[in-house]
């Protein structure tokens, strides 16, 4: 049977050294790093330490990451404000940060015109008037709006301005009131 190895503990210099490494590799929250470091360090103390000197010399800044993030997420991906949201709250930041960085990254960005690039990038293979033609494809397209953090109302007006046949949006229209974002 093979034995667990615990991990050497660290304090002071060491510690200091392993959050470095942790945090040349990728940007960390706060969240992130301490749980890490509360892992590795030989007492909550020696990690507190290290996270205050860290935040000290500006190596760890959830504003600055979530809005690096947010901007990263929007140029790269075009996904909505509510799947940024969502991956900022699960990286543990601060729901009253991740909300301001989003809502700053966001403030230009039409909503409308993202799900359509959107829809396009993701549809490419299919023309959107073939997709939307039927409530199969209609349901499809909605589903995967939602899930990458589009609103329901934003969502259903530009399927409204795609779709030929607008009665394929009711059963979706109605599943929207029901259950408002």
């Known amino acids: 049977m093979k034995s667990e190895r615990r991990p050497r503990l660290l304090e002071g210099e060491a510690l200091l050294e392993y959050a470095l490494r942790a945090l040349s590799a990728r940007d960390h929250t706060v969240g992130e790093l301490r749980e890490k470091l509360c892992r590795r360090a030989a007492s909550a103390e020696e ?16 504003r ?68 939307l033609s039927e409530p199969k494809g209609v349901a499809a397209a909605y ?8 609103r329901a109302a934003s969502v259903l007006s530009v399927l409204r301005r795609l779709t030929r046949d607008p009665e394929l949006l009711w059963p979706l229209e109605r599943q929207q009131s029901e259950d408002p974002d």
């Not at 729901?95 to 990038?121: C, K, N, W």
């Not at 589903?143 to 589009?150: E, I, K, P, Q």
Request: charged share 40%.
């Open 143 to 150: 589903r995967r709006l939602r899930g990458a953090g589009f």
């Open 64 to 131: 600055r990451l979530a809005e690096g993030y947010a901007a990263a997420r929007l140029e790269n991906e075009g996904v909505g404000k509510i799947r940024v949201l969502h991956e900022l709250r699960r990286r543990r930041v601060a729901p009253a940060t991740a909300e301001r960085a989003v809502e700053q990254v966001y403030r230009d960005a039409d909503e409308g015109r993202l799900i359509e690039e959107f829809l396009r990038r993701k549809y490419r293979k299919t023309p959107l008037e073939t997709l």
């Open 47 to 62: 990690a507190e330490a290290v996270m205050g000197r860290l935040r000290r010399q500006g190596y760890l800044d959830d």
